[in-house]
Each structure stands twice: as C-alpha cells, then as structure tokens.
C-alpha cells in the first residue's frame, strides 16, 4: 500500500492550493481518508476527514470553512481544496487512511500514510 501526495507549494496569503493523496493497493472505498499536517516544531495535526463513500466529513475549527476534502473512489484519489490560505496554514501535509468504523481525529487510528507534501504561505 501506498499513499502518494502531491499539490504542495508556495502560495501568498489567501491564494489557494489543491492537494492530491493517490492510493495504490487495495480499494479506497474500504476506508476513511484525512489529511493531518505538521509544522515545524509542532505536533502532528487533524486537518480533515472523509468517509468511506465522501458523504461525511469533519474539519478542525482552524481549517473550517476555508478547507473542503473530497474524494474519487474510482480514481483512488483523496482530495484537499484549501482556500483563503494563511502563514500558520505552512506545514507538511500528510494523507492518511482508517479502517475505523467512525470518522477519527486521532493519529492513531490511522495504519498508513503518504509521504507528505509541504505547504508553505508567505508573501
């Protein structure tokens, strides 16, 4: 299993980035999908959650409003539109998937993750 993630860059204060998580092996519909992110120095965060066929979704108040997952199951894809990006926004941004039954926030919970892409927005 793999989870490929892409999209990352430099954006100026509410520019907008869209990140990409592509997954290998067995089908995404079996599970969950999030995007967590950490900034230097700083915890490993919950961004946002997807269920297993997109109809569900969580966000951290921080990202609320401005961030939108979503999914392709026939593609494999997980997507994050970010809008209205801001310089705490700048971290590396990692997908990640869940067998949970429930949607979780928790790191934890999550078996396998990408690589990570970074993120940074500064003008």
């Known amino acids: 299993v793999q989870l490929q993630a892409s999209g990352g860059g430099l954006v100026q204060p509410g520019g907008s980035l869209r990140l990409s998580c592509v997954a290998s092996?067995?089908?995404?519909?079996?599970?969950?999908m999030a995007w967590f992110r950490q900034a230097p120095g700083k915890e490993r965060e919950f961004v946002a959650t997807?269920?297993?066929?997109?109809?569900?979704?969580r966000y951290s108040d921080s990202v609320k409003g401005r961030f939108a997952i979503s999914r392709d199951n026939a593609q494999k894809t997980v997507y994050l539109q970010m809008n209205n990006l801001k310089p705490e926004d700048t971290a590396v941004y990692y997908c990640?998937?869940?067998?949970?039954?429930?949607?979780?926030?928790?790191?934890?919970?999550?078996?396998?993750w990408g690589q990570g892409t970074q993120v940074t927005v500064s003008s």
């Open positions: 990640a998937r869940s067998a949970a039954v429930e949607l979780t926030t928790a790191p934890s919970m999550y078996d396998f």
């Open positions: 092996g067995p089908t995404l519909s079996n599970y969950n």
């Open positions: 997807i269920s297993r066929g997109g109809a569900s979704q």
